[in-house]
Structure formats: C-alpha cells, structure tokens
C-alpha cells in the first residue's frame, strides 16, 4: 500500500508541471486561462500568506492537489477569503481518499492561518465530498449553464 504524504507545492517544484497540466486539462476552459498562465499559478512565493498549494506525494509521484487562495478564479462572493480551490486526484489515484486528506490538511492550514472560515464553489452540492466534510451550502448561482454550490466549512465549531 503506497504512504500518502502531504507537503506545499512549493517544496516540491517538480511536481509542479504535472499538477498545472492536471488543472488546465480539468478546468483550463472554465478559467480561460493558458497553459502557461496555470503553470504561472502554482509557483508560488514560500513566504507569502497566500495563496499555498498542497500536493500529496506518494514517493516523488503526485497523487493529488488542493489549493489555498485568497479568492477562486472567478470571485463568486467578493470580499470573502480564503477559498479551497484546485482539488483534484488523478483518475488513477481516486477512491482512496485522497481528495479527503487534502482538502482537511487546507481546513487545518486556514485554521493556523487564523482564519475562521474556508468557501468553496463547486458544481458538486449537497451529496459530495464536501458536504461530507461539513461544508454546507449558503449560495447557489447559475454560471456557464452549470449551478454553482458555493459552500463554507465553519473552522471553529
């Protein structure tokens, strides 16, 4: 059985390319962004509050990503901050509950941050793994033909 790992992107610069292809394939369209534009998101400043991605890293090999952001890429409720953004597990790496560590490892790292709250929006509702980790629903919007859950995990319950 392969040992999850989970560390800042930022330590770990090679696996950067692969994390950024990962993102642009998902969601390049939905951002409008360029290869190169996503591949520019995920180098990151190590000092720098925000944002901070997180890869889980079995060996060397990425399994998986989550991101910390002050706000997503479209700013579906100005004014809020931070939001979880960038999950994404390789098809390959799914059903092991990947996705579940990180995004907890984000709650945790928002919560040392000091921040008390962590958003979301995600066409995923109500019976997804967010709400299973306590996100709930306090928005929905229509983008794109699709219906946006925007959701919000309270970090001090």
Do not use: K
Not at 11 to 25: F, M, Q, R, S, Y
Not at 60 to 80: E, F, H, I, N, Y
Not at 132 to 154: F, K, N, P, Q, T
């Amino acid at each position: 059985m392969a040992i999850i790992r989970i560390h800042r992107l930022v330590d770990h610069p090679a696996a950067v390319p692969t994390i950024a292809a990962w993102i642009d394939a998902e969601w390049g369209a939905f951002s409008g962004r360029t290869p190169a534009q996503t591949l520019a998101r995920f180098t990151e400043d190590a000092a720098a509050r925000l944002p901070r991605s997180y890869v889980a890293l079995d060996g060397a090999m990425p399994q998986g990503v989550a991101s910390l952001r002050a706000s997503d890429s479209v700013d579906w409720d100005p004014g809020v901050t931070p939001w979880l953004c960038n999950v994404y597990v390789p098809p390959e790496a799914r059903g092991a509950g990947i996705a579940a560590r990180l995004c907890r490892h984000v709650a945790a790292e928002a919560a040392a941050l000091g921040f008390g709250t962590l958003s979301l929006a995600s066409t995923a509702g109500d019976d997804s793994l967010y709400y299973r980790l306590g996100y709930r629903s306090y928005a929905r919007l229509s983008h794109g033909g699709d219906v946006m859950h925007l959701m919000r995990l309270d970090l001090n319950p």
